[in-house]
C-alpha cells in the first residue's frame, strides 16, 4: 500500500475486482505455480492487503517494509519453496503463459535466476523472475546495502560472473507477432494514467474468463491507448555495476 506514485494502487478497483484480486487470480492460472504468497509488509497500512489476500485464497506472508529481500526470503523459506518466482503487485495483467515459461526454462536448464527482462521486449507489467531457493539463500547472506535488501534481484545482476543468469525473450513466450518487441507498452500500474488505461481495458473487455495478452494488445492497438500513459517514466532499479 506505501506506493508514493498511487498510493493503495493494489487495492483500486478493475470491473468489480481490486488489482489484488486481479494478480492472485492470474498468477495462480500458472501452471508452474503450486502456493501463492503475498508478502506484504508488518505497516498497519497493509492491514486490509493480508485481510483480502486471504480471502482470494492466497498465504500471506508479513515482514519488513523496507527490507524487501529479507521479507520475500522469509517468506519463501516459510511455505519451503524449493522454486522462487517475484511478481510485483502492480501487474494485474501478469501472464500465467509468461511464468510457466520462465519457470520451465530455470528449471530446464539448470541456472540460478532466469527472467524475461534481462533484455526487456515485452510490455511493463508481464515482467516474470524465477531463481532457485538455493542460490537465493546466498543472495540473502550476501547481500548488505540498502539498494540490495530493497530491490530484490538487483544482487544477481550485480553479480554474473557468480550466478548463471538465463532470459525468456517473447517470441518464446507468445506465437502471435504483434506481441514481439513490444517493451514500447506499459501494462503495468505506477501512475494515475496506468490506471486509466487498465480501467478502460478491463471495462471494454469481457472478464468472465482472466485476459488473454494477445486480446488485450489487439484492443489497446485498435483503439489507440498506447499513448494513454506513455509520457510516465519507468523507475529502474540502480544499474547493475
Not at 544477481?156 to 504483434?178: K, T
Request: proline letters at 5%.
Amino acid at each position: 500500500m506505501g506506493s508514493t506514485r498511487l498510493p493503495g494502487k493494489v487495492m483500486l478497483p478493475l470491473d468489480g475486482k481490486h488489482v489484488l484480486e486481479r494478480d492472485i487470480e492470474r498468477v495462480s492460472r500458472a501452471e508452474s505455480i503450486n502456493k501463492t504468497v503475498v508478502a506484504t509488509s508488518v505497516s498497519t497500512a497493509d492491514d486490509i492487503v493480508e485481510r483480502y489476500a486471504a480471502q482470494c485464497g492466497a498465504t500471506v506472508y508479513r515482514g519488513s517494509e523496507p527490507d524487501v529481500l529479507g521479507r520475500m526470503y522469509n517468506a519463501a523459506t516459510e511455505v519451503s519453496a524449493d522454486v522462487v518466482v517475484r511478481i510485483t503487485g502492480d501487474c494485474p495483467l501478469i501472464s500465467p503463459q509468461g511464468i510457466d515459461a520462465v519457470v520451465h526454462r530455470l528449471q530446464e536448464s539448470d541456472v540460478d535466476y532466469v527472467s524475461n527482462t534481462v533484455k526487456q521486449t515485452l510490455p511493463r507489467g508481464l515482467d516474470v523472475e524465477a531463481f532457485t531457493y538455493e542460490s537465493f539463500s546466498t543472495v540473502e547472506r550476501r547481500a548488505k546495502s540498502r539498494e540490495e535488501r530493497e530491490h530484490v534481484t538487483l544482487h544477481y545482476l550485480r553479480n554474473q560472473d557468480e550466478f548463471d543468469i538465463g532470459n525468456v525473450s517473447d517470441e518464446e513466450i507468445f506465437d502471435a507477432p504483434h506481441l514481439h518487441g513490444r517493451d514500447d507498452l506499459r501494462l503495468t500500474l505506477d501512475e494515475a494514467d496506468d490506471y486509466e488505461l487498465l480501467r478502460r481495458i478491463y471495462e471494454e473487455m469481457p472478464t468472465d474468463e482472466p485476459l488473454e495478452i494477445e486480446d488485450v494488445v489487439t484492443v489497446i492497438d485498435e483503439k489507440g491507448w498506447a499513448g494513454i500513459n506513455q509520457n510516465i517514466q519507468q523507475k529502474h532499479p540502480p544499474e547493475p555495476e
